[in-house]
Nanobody, 114 residues
Framework: VQLQAYGGGLVRPGENEQLSCVSSANIFEFNEMAWYRQAPGKSRDLVASINVGGRTSYSESVKGRFTIFRDGARRTLFLQMTNLKPEDTAVYYC?????????WGQGTQVTVSS
């Protein structure tokens, strides 16, 4: 399984950005897909997840601002980020879990700065 992330870059506080992650496999084969992020010097933390049934979950820091969704026909996972803040600056990773196996994308940098 390969996961390729797109999007990110430099954005200003308050702006929006959308990340996408294209899977080489049918995304409905995964029990769960998720976005994680890792800021410099910090651990990789879960941002948002969506399970095979479509149930979503968010970290408290992004709840109400970020939306995770998917397009099965395009085998793509998305993360719509709104009202971005400097503390959202991190490398964002998409991830997929199939039973006990977890796959990771290559990561994409999001920098929120004026």
């Amino acid at each position: 399984v390969q996961l390729q992330a797109y999007g990110g870059g430099l954005v200003r506080p308050g702006e929006n950005e959308q990340l996408s992650c294209v899977s080489s496999a049918n995304i409905f084969e995964f029990n769960e897909m998720a976005w994680y992020r890792q800021a410099p010097g910090k651990s990789r933390d879960l941002v948002a997840s969506i399970n095979v049934g479509g149930r979503t979950s968010y970290s408290e820091s992004v709840k109400g601002r970020f939306t995770i969704f998917r397009d099965g026909a395009r085998r793509t996972l998305f993360l719509q980020m709104t009202n971005l803040k400097p503390e959202d600056t991190a490398v964002y990773y998409c991830s997929a879990r199939e039973m006990s196996e977890r796959y990771w994308g290559q990561g994409t940098q999001v920098t929120v700065s004026s």
